[in-house]
């Protein structure tokens, strides 16, 4: 970046530096000085958030139709010729706006994830929020389990699985939470119905709950009964062999695409590549999506302190699918999988 000053405008980058969770505020990194403006309703908040953090940085408080003044002022002050923006978080309309009106005379230079290339190696602190949250998902599955048995619809069962998260300490699902039963199993991101669910066939539960703003990922294919169809016992079969053939690629300095070749090949070797439609990973953190990618065009590589998913699964329009996902730490030996939830073999 060449330009003099950035300003953060992405709220959960915003939380990542200071700790801030409002929903208002502009962080800016000047010359010497960092600064969080927000308005009057978190005043007192984002002052004790900022202190227990230890961010480096000063909360300045003014009502909106004010903080155009005060971040003009900010940046003038600050002796800043160009400020950097970051692209992916600023519309047309506010970047017209900044140019004319609030920075005028400034040069605007367009950033692309600086602060989201930091959050990709997790700490420790984060780890063990991560951790939890997914030993919340885990406790919470294992408590309404034994629902399905009683024949739900997908919806009430993915309501039931989100109360029980919030009642294990969660703020709530990190993601819209997938039930997907039957044939509706073949909908990679299939939304729960009024489908009954119904013995011998998939459920695929794709669920993830949010704790202390970090989020879990996990899918398991469930079963009531045996697998009578052979294609879907097929599919669950190369699923399951893909899926530990993944997590076991992982590891620092291995290219993400080669992780998702790993799981690719298995599937592929067992005459269903085109059934597998999506790459068979992602980066999981304050976004239940982000950096790095795993998949087949993945420029990126594996770091140790990534937290990563891994979850390939195959779909049989009209009759069913599989889809099994972990989420893991990566190691400069290999993996730890901080979602532990046993994988059906009915």
């Known amino acids: 970046m060449s330009a003099d000053a950035l300003l953060v405008t992405s709220l959960t980058n915003i939380r990542y530096l200071t700790g801030f969770t409002g929903s ?18 978190y005043e007192t908040q984002a002052a004790e958030q900022l202190s227990a953090s230890g961010a480096p940085a000063r909360v300045e408080v003014a009502a909106a139709a004010e903080q155009k003044k005060l971040c003009s002022s900010l940046v003038a002050g600050a002796g800043v010729a160009t400020l950097a923006l970051e692209a992916a978080h600023v519309s047309w309309a506010r970047q017209r706006d900044f140019e004319a009106d609030w920075f005028p005379g400034v040069a605007l230079e367009a950033t692309v994830g600086l602060v989201e290339e930091l959050r990709q190696v997790k700490d420790p602190g ?8 997914a030993e919340v998902a885990d406790e919470a599955l294992a408590a309404v389990r034994d629902r399905l048995a009683a024949g739900p619809t997908e919806a009430e069962f993915g309501r039931a699985l989100d109360f029980q998260m919030m009642e294990l300490g969660a703020a709530g699902p990190s993601f819209e939470t997938i039930v997907a039963s039957g044939p509706n199993a073949a909908k990679p991101h299939h939304r729960p119905s009024s489908r009954v669910v119904a013995p011998s066939e998939p459920v695929v539960i794709d669920f993830g709950a949010l704790v202390d703003g970090y989020c879990s990922d996990m899918t398991r294919t469930v079963w009531l009964g045996d697998v009578e169809d052979p294609r879907l016992r097929k599919a669950l079969d190369v699923v399951l062999e893909s899926q530990a053939a993944g997590v076991a690629a992982v590891r620092a300095g291995v290219a993400c695409a080669d992780v998702d070749a790993a799981c690719r090949s298995v599937i592929e070797a ?67 999988p901080l979602t532990r939830t046993a994988k059906d073999r009915p």
């Not at 502009?26 to 308005?39: A, I, N, S, Y």
């Not at 984060?126 to 949250?133: S, Y």
């Open 270 to 336: 067992a005459g269903l590549g085109d059934r597998f439609v999506h790459g068979t990973g992602h980066g999981v953190g304050l976004d239940i999506h982000e950096a790095p990618t795993v998949s087949r065009t993945s420029t990126d590589t594996l770091q140790a302190g990534h937290v990563v998913t891994v979850e390939p699964g195959v779909y049989l329009p009209g009759v069913g699918g599989v889809r099994i996902e972990d989420t893991v730490v990566v190691t400069e030996q290999g993996c730890r």
């Open 24 to 41: 208002a505020g502009m962080l800016f990194l000047l010359p010497g000085d960092t600064v969080l403006v927000t308005d009057g309703r």
């Open 126 to 133: 984060e780890i063990d929020r991560l951790a939890r949250a």
